[in-house]
Protein backbone atom coordinates (compact mmCIF):
# COMPACT_ATOMS: atom_id res chain seq x y z
CA UNK A 1 0.00 0.00 0.00
CA UNK A 2 2.70 2.18 0.88
CA UNK A 3 5.08 1.42 -2.61
CA UNK A 4 1.71 2.46 -4.26
CA UNK A 5 1.15 5.77 -2.73
CA UNK A 6 4.58 6.45 -3.77
CA UNK A 7 4.15 5.48 -7.11
CA UNK A 8 0.46 7.69 -7.11
CA UNK A 9 2.68 10.79 -5.66
CA UNK A 10 5.63 10.70 -7.79
CA UNK A 11 2.98 10.25 -11.16
CA UNK A 12 1.00 13.59 -9.64
CA UNK A 13 4.13 15.34 -9.21
CA UNK A 14 5.68 14.37 -12.68
CA UNK A 15 1.81 15.63 -14.04
CA UNK A 16 1.69 18.93 -12.36
CA UNK A 17 5.22 19.26 -13.74
CA UNK A 18 4.39 18.53 -17.01
CA UNK A 19 1.22 20.52 -17.19
CA UNK A 20 3.27 23.59 -15.59
CA UNK A 21 5.66 23.30 -18.41
CA UNK A 22 2.41 23.10 -21.08
CA UNK A 23 0.84 25.70 -19.35
CA UNK A 24 1.45 28.45 -17.26
CA UNK A 25 2.54 31.61 -18.98
CA UNK A 26 6.41 31.74 -19.56
CA UNK A 27 8.28 35.16 -19.34
CA UNK A 28 11.06 36.33 -21.80
CA UNK A 29 13.50 38.62 -21.17
CA UNK A 30 13.46 40.76 -24.32
CA UNK A 31 12.53 44.51 -25.09
CA UNK A 32 9.36 45.82 -24.64
CA UNK A 33 8.05 46.99 -28.01
CA UNK A 34 7.09 50.87 -28.19
CA UNK A 35 5.28 53.03 -30.81
CA UNK A 36 7.50 54.50 -33.24
CA UNK A 37 6.69 58.28 -33.75
CA UNK A 38 5.26 59.43 -36.75
CA UNK A 39 3.14 56.27 -36.91
CA UNK A 40 -0.40 56.56 -38.77
CA UNK A 41 -2.60 53.85 -39.82
CA UNK A 42 -5.27 52.93 -42.40
CA UNK A 43 -8.69 51.14 -41.53
CA UNK A 44 -8.79 48.90 -44.71
CA UNK A 45 -11.74 47.65 -46.32
CA UNK A 46 -10.53 43.82 -45.59
CA UNK A 47 -10.88 44.63 -41.77
CA UNK A 48 -7.43 45.19 -40.81
CA UNK A 49 -6.17 48.14 -38.82
CA UNK A 50 -2.30 48.87 -40.37
CA UNK A 51 0.42 51.10 -38.77
CA UNK A 52 2.58 52.72 -41.80
CA UNK A 53 5.00 55.15 -42.13
CA UNK A 54 5.43 57.57 -45.06
CA UNK A 55 8.40 58.95 -46.42
CA UNK A 56 7.05 61.85 -48.60
CA UNK A 57 8.94 62.75 -51.76
CA UNK A 58 10.28 66.12 -51.37
CA UNK A 59 11.54 65.94 -55.30
CA UNK A 60 9.44 67.76 -58.40
CA UNK A 61 9.81 65.11 -59.77
CA UNK A 62 7.32 62.51 -59.23
CA UNK A 63 7.93 58.89 -59.69
CA UNK A 64 5.86 55.70 -58.84
CA UNK A 65 5.69 54.81 -54.89
CA UNK A 66 7.37 52.71 -53.35
CA UNK A 67 6.03 49.96 -50.65
CA UNK A 68 8.30 47.80 -48.83
CA UNK A 69 6.83 44.67 -47.58
CA UNK A 70 9.00 43.24 -44.16
CA UNK A 71 10.22 39.37 -43.73
CA UNK A 72 8.69 37.28 -41.37
CA UNK A 73 5.93 36.63 -41.66
CA UNK A 74 4.61 38.20 -38.75
CA UNK A 75 7.91 40.53 -38.71
CA UNK A 76 8.15 44.33 -38.00
CA UNK A 77 9.20 47.73 -40.16
CA UNK A 78 12.87 48.61 -38.69
CA UNK A 79 14.17 51.31 -38.22
CA UNK A 80 17.46 50.36 -39.99
CA UNK A 81 15.54 49.90 -43.03
CA UNK A 82 13.60 53.37 -43.18
CA UNK A 83 16.81 54.94 -42.74
CA UNK A 84 18.24 53.40 -45.46
CA UNK A 85 15.24 53.19 -48.21
CA UNK A 86 14.83 57.69 -46.87
CA UNK A 87 17.11 58.86 -49.24
CA UNK A 88 14.80 57.22 -52.26
CA UNK A 89 11.62 59.86 -51.44
CA UNK A 90 14.70 62.70 -52.24
CA UNK A 91 14.64 60.79 -55.66
CA UNK A 92 10.61 61.59 -56.27
CA UNK A 93 9.26 58.30 -54.52
CA UNK A 94 6.67 58.58 -52.09
CA UNK A 95 7.49 55.73 -49.75
CA UNK A 96 5.75 53.60 -47.42
CA UNK A 97 6.45 50.70 -45.22
CA UNK A 98 3.92 49.31 -43.17
CA UNK A 99 3.68 46.82 -40.54
CA UNK A 100 1.63 43.68 -42.12
CA UNK A 101 -1.78 42.65 -39.64
CA UNK A 102 -0.96 40.98 -36.75
CA UNK A 103 2.39 42.39 -36.32
CA UNK A 104 3.90 45.49 -34.72
CA UNK A 105 1.69 48.49 -34.78
CA UNK A 106 -0.92 46.66 -36.83
CA UNK A 107 -4.12 45.37 -34.66
CA UNK A 108 -3.71 41.34 -33.81
CA UNK A 109 -6.97 39.60 -35.26
CA UNK A 110 -9.22 38.05 -33.01
CA UNK A 111 -9.89 34.65 -35.29
CA UNK A 112 -5.75 33.21 -35.92
CA UNK A 113 -7.37 31.66 -38.72
CA UNK A 114 -7.82 34.29 -40.69
CA UNK A 115 -3.64 34.99 -41.37
CA UNK A 116 -3.38 33.79 -44.61
CA UNK A 117 -1.13 34.38 -47.60
CA UNK A 118 -4.49 35.38 -48.95
CA UNK A 119 -5.46 38.09 -46.30
CA UNK A 120 -1.88 39.83 -46.68
CA UNK A 121 -2.83 39.96 -50.75
CA UNK A 122 -5.93 41.48 -49.97
CA UNK A 123 -4.51 44.11 -47.28
CA UNK A 124 -1.89 45.08 -50.10
CA UNK A 125 -4.55 45.36 -52.53
CA UNK A 126 -6.72 47.32 -50.48
CA UNK A 127 -3.12 50.09 -49.36
CA UNK A 128 -2.34 50.49 -53.01
CA UNK A 129 -6.08 51.48 -53.49
CA UNK A 130 -5.49 54.10 -50.83
CA UNK A 131 -2.47 55.46 -52.23
CA UNK A 132 -4.05 55.80 -55.48
CA UNK A 133 -1.19 55.55 -57.76
CA UNK A 134 -1.45 53.56 -61.10
CA UNK A 135 1.71 51.56 -60.43
CA UNK A 136 3.89 51.03 -57.93
CA UNK A 137 7.29 49.27 -56.68
CA UNK A 138 7.26 46.65 -54.26
CA UNK A 139 10.55 45.69 -52.24
CA UNK A 140 9.62 42.44 -50.93
CA UNK A 141 12.62 40.78 -47.72
CA UNK A 142 12.26 37.11 -47.47
CA UNK A 143 8.88 36.35 -47.02
CA UNK A 144 8.35 39.69 -47.91
CA UNK A 145 9.46 38.88 -51.33
CA UNK A 146 6.66 35.85 -51.03
CA UNK A 147 4.28 37.75 -50.69
CA UNK A 148 5.62 40.43 -53.86
CA UNK A 149 5.45 37.50 -55.81
CA UNK A 150 2.24 36.47 -55.26
CA UNK A 151 0.56 39.75 -55.50
CA UNK A 152 2.56 40.09 -58.53
CA UNK A 153 0.56 37.12 -60.23
CA UNK A 154 -2.37 38.15 -59.24
CA UNK A 155 -2.52 41.90 -59.92
CA UNK A 156 0.53 41.94 -62.66
CA UNK A 157 -0.56 45.35 -64.49
CA UNK A 158 -0.17 47.03 -60.89
CA UNK A 159 3.61 46.76 -60.61
CA UNK A 160 6.13 49.34 -62.09
CA UNK A 161 8.94 47.33 -60.91
CA UNK A 162 9.65 44.32 -58.39
CA UNK A 163 12.52 44.19 -55.92
CA UNK A 164 13.26 40.66 -54.33
CA UNK A 165 15.39 40.34 -51.40
CA UNK A 166 16.96 37.17 -50.22
CA UNK A 167 13.49 35.62 -51.39
CA UNK A 168 12.56 32.55 -49.72
CA UNK A 169 11.32 29.57 -51.59
CA UNK A 170 8.15 29.85 -54.27
CA UNK A 171 5.69 27.50 -52.92
CA UNK A 172 4.68 25.12 -53.40
CA UNK A 173 8.35 23.94 -52.56
CA UNK A 174 9.80 22.21 -54.74
CA UNK A 175 12.13 20.02 -52.32
CA UNK A 176 14.79 18.70 -54.74
CA UNK A 177 16.03 22.30 -55.17
CA UNK A 178 17.51 22.05 -51.93
CA UNK A 179 20.24 19.67 -52.67
CA UNK A 180 21.49 22.33 -55.63
CA UNK A 181 25.06 23.68 -55.18
CA UNK A 182 25.83 27.01 -56.18
CA UNK A 183 28.31 27.82 -58.96
CA UNK A 184 31.93 28.06 -57.76
CA UNK A 185 32.57 31.41 -60.05
CA UNK A 186 29.18 32.96 -57.20
CA UNK A 187 32.03 32.66 -54.31
CA UNK A 188 28.96 32.04 -52.05
CA UNK A 189 29.03 31.27 -48.84
CA UNK A 190 27.42 29.65 -45.88
CA UNK A 191 26.61 31.34 -42.50
CA UNK A 192 28.12 29.86 -38.87
CA UNK A 193 24.47 29.19 -38.00
CA UNK A 194 21.68 27.97 -39.07
CA UNK A 195 17.70 28.53 -38.52
CA UNK A 196 17.69 25.10 -37.01
CA UNK A 197 20.29 25.86 -34.73
CA UNK A 198 17.95 28.76 -33.79
CA UNK A 199 14.91 26.52 -33.23
CA UNK A 200 16.53 24.07 -31.13
CA UNK A 201 17.60 26.84 -28.78
CA UNK A 202 14.68 29.33 -28.45
CA UNK A 203 12.04 26.38 -28.12
CA UNK A 204 10.45 25.28 -25.03
CA UNK A 205 7.71 22.72 -24.08
CA UNK A 206 4.94 25.73 -23.76
CA UNK A 207 6.12 27.28 -26.59
CA UNK A 208 5.69 24.12 -28.78
CA UNK A 209 2.51 23.58 -27.47
CA UNK A 210 1.72 27.05 -28.25
CA UNK A 211 3.26 26.28 -31.96
CA UNK A 212 1.28 22.78 -32.45
CA UNK A 213 -2.58 23.91 -30.93
CA UNK A 214 -2.25 26.87 -33.20
CA UNK A 215 -1.73 25.17 -36.34
CA UNK A 216 -3.99 21.86 -35.74
CA UNK A 217 -6.45 23.74 -34.41
CA UNK A 218 -6.52 27.44 -34.36
CA UNK A 219 -6.54 27.22 -30.37
CA UNK A 220 -4.35 30.44 -28.44
CA UNK A 221 -3.34 28.94 -25.50
CA UNK A 222 -1.13 32.33 -25.10
CA UNK A 223 -2.31 35.92 -25.12
CA UNK A 224 -0.60 37.56 -28.20
CA UNK A 225 1.15 39.34 -25.41
CA UNK A 226 3.41 36.19 -24.26
CA UNK A 227 3.46 34.55 -28.10
CA UNK A 228 4.76 38.19 -29.17
CA UNK A 229 7.60 38.26 -26.84
CA UNK A 230 8.43 34.57 -27.24
CA UNK A 231 8.93 35.21 -31.05
CA UNK A 232 11.10 38.40 -30.45
CA UNK A 233 13.49 35.84 -28.51
CA UNK A 234 12.77 33.19 -31.59
CA UNK A 235 14.52 35.86 -33.59
CA UNK A 236 17.23 37.17 -31.54
CA UNK A 237 18.44 33.08 -32.00
CA UNK A 238 17.58 33.25 -35.82
CA UNK A 239 19.11 36.36 -36.37
CA UNK A 240 22.35 34.77 -35.78
CA UNK A 241 22.25 32.88 -39.34
CA UNK A 242 21.49 36.27 -41.53
CA UNK A 243 24.78 37.34 -41.28
CA UNK A 244 28.39 36.11 -42.15
CA UNK A 245 30.47 33.94 -39.67
CA UNK A 246 32.53 36.57 -37.82
CA UNK A 247 29.77 39.72 -38.12
CA UNK A 248 27.28 40.82 -35.25
CA UNK A 249 23.56 39.61 -36.21
CA UNK A 250 21.01 42.26 -35.73
CA UNK A 251 19.72 42.92 -32.60
CA UNK A 252 16.19 41.41 -31.85
CA UNK A 253 13.38 43.95 -32.37
CA UNK A 254 10.24 43.53 -30.67
CA UNK A 255 7.07 43.50 -31.67
CA UNK A 256 6.64 40.73 -34.29
CA UNK A 257 3.55 38.89 -34.13
CA UNK A 258 3.85 35.19 -33.12
CA UNK A 259 0.28 34.16 -34.44
CA UNK A 260 0.65 36.02 -37.72
CA UNK A 261 4.09 33.79 -38.66
CA UNK A 262 2.27 30.56 -37.86
CA UNK A 263 -0.61 30.61 -39.33
CA UNK A 264 0.45 32.43 -42.31
CA UNK A 265 3.36 29.82 -42.80
CA UNK A 266 0.02 27.42 -42.26
CA UNK A 267 -1.54 29.31 -45.31
CA UNK A 268 1.37 28.74 -47.83
CA UNK A 269 1.25 24.59 -47.46
CA UNK A 270 -1.49 24.98 -49.66
CA UNK A 271 -1.05 28.17 -52.05
CA UNK A 272 -1.84 27.34 -56.00
CA UNK A 273 1.15 27.19 -58.04
CA UNK A 274 1.99 30.36 -59.17
CA UNK A 275 5.14 29.09 -61.56
CA UNK A 276 3.30 29.21 -65.05
CA UNK A 277 2.04 33.17 -64.58
CA UNK A 278 5.49 33.56 -63.20
CA UNK A 279 6.97 32.80 -66.70
CA UNK A 280 4.26 35.68 -68.42
CA UNK A 281 5.34 38.82 -65.94
CA UNK A 282 6.82 41.86 -67.95
CA UNK A 283 7.84 43.68 -64.62
CA UNK A 284 11.53 44.23 -64.42
CA UNK A 285 12.64 42.38 -61.38
CA UNK A 286 15.81 42.81 -59.08
CA UNK A 287 16.92 39.84 -57.03
CA UNK A 288 19.49 40.78 -54.57
CA UNK A 289 21.29 38.15 -52.73
CA UNK A 290 23.76 38.46 -49.75
CA UNK A 291 26.59 36.38 -50.36
CA UNK A 292 26.19 34.65 -47.31
CA UNK A 293 22.14 34.01 -47.42
CA UNK A 294 20.97 31.37 -45.73
CA UNK A 295 18.37 30.06 -48.18
CA UNK A 296 18.94 27.67 -50.60
CA UNK A 297 21.05 28.49 -53.91
CA UNK A 298 18.45 25.82 -55.74
CA UNK A 299 15.19 27.99 -54.43
CA UNK A 300 17.17 31.09 -55.61
CA UNK A 301 18.09 29.79 -59.46
CA UNK A 302 14.36 28.80 -59.65
CA UNK A 303 13.22 32.62 -59.83
CA UNK A 304 16.12 32.91 -62.31
CA UNK A 305 14.82 30.46 -64.09
CA UNK A 306 11.18 32.00 -64.47
CA UNK A 307 11.47 35.57 -64.37
CA UNK A 308 11.65 36.28 -67.97
CA UNK A 309 13.02 40.12 -66.52
CA UNK A 310 15.16 39.74 -63.96
CA UNK A 311 18.45 40.97 -62.77
CA UNK A 312 20.26 39.08 -60.38
CA UNK A 313 23.08 41.08 -57.56
CA UNK A 314 24.86 39.08 -54.75
CA UNK A 315 25.77 41.70 -52.23
CA UNK A 316 29.44 40.70 -50.64
CA UNK A 317 29.98 40.45 -47.30
CA UNK A 318 26.68 40.28 -46.12
CA UNK A 319 23.84 37.21 -45.21
CA UNK A 320 20.36 37.17 -45.74
CA UNK A 321 20.03 40.70 -43.83
CA UNK A 322 21.50 42.62 -46.51
CA UNK A 323 20.79 45.95 -45.02
CA UNK A 324 21.74 45.29 -41.63
CA UNK A 325 25.48 44.49 -43.11
CA UNK A 326 25.54 46.65 -46.18
CA UNK A 327 22.83 49.38 -46.64
CA UNK A 328 25.03 52.34 -48.46
CA UNK A 329 25.64 48.73 -51.10
CA UNK A 330 22.04 47.97 -50.75
CA UNK A 331 21.05 51.50 -51.85
CA UNK A 332 23.58 52.21 -54.62
CA UNK A 333 22.32 48.57 -56.27
CA UNK A 334 18.81 49.81 -55.31
CA UNK A 335 18.97 53.06 -57.34
CA UNK A 336 20.60 52.09 -59.93
CA UNK A 337 17.71 49.59 -60.94
CA UNK A 338 14.58 51.98 -60.50
CA UNK A 339 16.93 54.44 -62.52
Not at 121 to 143: N, T
Not at 189 to 213: C, E, H, M, V
Not at 231 to 251: I, M, Q, R, W
Not at 328 to 337: N, R
Amino acid sequence: MTIRRVVLGLLSILLITLLGLLFIPRSYDVPTFQERAGTQYWDLSTGSRIGYIHLKSSSVQKRPPIIYLHGGPGGIIKDEVIRTLHPLADQGHDVYLYDQVGSGHSRRLSDIGEYTIDRHVLDLEAIIGLIGAEQVILIGHSWGAVLATQYAVDFPDQLARIVLDGPGPLFPINRSLASIAPPDSLNLQSPAFTNRDGNRKAYNWRAKTIAKLAVLGGIKVASDREADRFFTYLNGELNKSTVCAGDKPPLPTSGGGYYAHLMTLKSLQSIRDSRAALKELDSPVLLIRGQCDNQNWGFIQEYLQLLPNVKFEIIPNSGHAVIHAQPDMYLVVLQSFLE
